[in-house]
């Protein structure tokens, strides 16, 4: 039974059965959506293609859902200080078009944007912008892009954008929406609910803690001697 458009959290499920004789039961049962975990480690060439070996480990990748059944995925990766992000297959429209994030580092899903909560977004140009919210239902650009990188590539009908966040922006669980704007006004997002400017509709996201090349992950003692 698929379920689609769900924030995480937990759900009740009624389910309906009919024979040919018109008689019906129904049962509930309880589901619960977990959040999407990013995996960690591997690498990450920051080239605007979606191949590498660390998004090859991210089995829950997001979806955009486009009408005329068109899809763009996310995959995501947490890399040694860095969280990356790369679409693929978004659909190629005139004019200008762009894609971008919006995340709540501490998941705390207020209803507007907090100085706290950030977006970055990169054109298909390659042109990244960046800003954080401003408490009222809006958000205020920096006047340079800061902590993310970006690079866009585009071929046939589609293009791809790779972005490059630093990890210390984020806690181990936090909420984001991702966000594919095109023709003027027109926009797709994930979670498909959502309002770019109200984190209480991002979906939550966990960041596990990364495993760096010792072996050891960060802020594990337990293993030094005094």
Known sequence: ?????????????????????????????????????????????????????????????????????????????????????CLSGLPLHQGKEAVELRIDPDASGDDFMQPSDHFFRIDRDGVIDSGVGDGGGGDVPDTEARDVLGVVTEGGTSWQAELRVRESLLGELVRLGVRHRFNGDEAVGWPEALDEYSPETWGLVSMPTPIFSDGFESGDTSAWGP
């Open 1 to 85: 039974l698929p379920l689609r458009g769900f924030l995480p959290g937990d759900y009740q499920v009624r389910l309906t059965a009919k024979d040919s004789d018109g008689i019906t039961a129904e049962t509930t049962l309880p589901v619960t959506i977990k959040p999407k975990a990013v995996p960690t480690g591997g690498e990450v060439a920051l080239d605007g293609r979606c191949f590498d070996p660390a998004y090859a480990a991210d089995g829950g990748r997001l979806v955009l859902r486009y009408e005329g059944g068109l899809l763009a995925e996310a995959a995501m990766a947490r890399v040694e200080d860095y969280v990356y992000v």
